[in-house]
Nanobody
Framework: QVQLVESGGGLVQPGGYLRLSCAAS????????MNWYRQAPGKQRELVAT???????NYADFVKGRFTISRDNAKNTAYLQMNSLKPEDTAVYYC????????????WGQGTQVTVSS
């Protein structure tokens, strides 16, 4: 059974930082594209950052220059380093693992709360 477990969320002051982790119990983790999404209260879930199997990265405009996505295939773990946090970054952050090879395998974590407030 595939599981994605996020950790590292919490309460931080504006301008602070957090590092989210996503530990995945999937076979061939290195083949998956890993995504971080977030969902704020009353808003739709939105894509924050992506890292492909080849470690190519892509970011939403609202986090460019502040967030960094990375992966450690030896540990089956993806990370999201979040710097210069703003109150508008407050949301539940979700890890997603996606593998497409004719059909698509799509797995989600349970989410971790990030609150940016003074």
């Amino acid at each position: 059974q595939v599981q994605l477990v996020e950790s590292g969320g919490g309460l931080v002051q504006p301008g602070g930082y957090l590092r989210l982790s996503c530990a995945a119990s999937v076979t061939f983790f290195s083949s998956y594209t890993m995504n971080w999404y977030r969902q704020a209260p009353g808003k739709q879930r939105e894509l924050v950052a992506t890292i492909t199997s080849g470690s190519n990265t892509n970011y939403a405009d609202f986090v460019k220059g502040r967030f960094t996505i990375s992966r450690d295939n030896a540990k089956n773990t993806a990370y999201l380093q979040m710097n210069s946090l703003k109150p508008e970054d407050t949301a539940v952050y979700y890890c997603n693992a996606r593998l497409t090879f004719g059909l698509t395998l799509d797995y989600w974590g349970q989410g971790t709360q990030v609150t940016v407030s003074s």
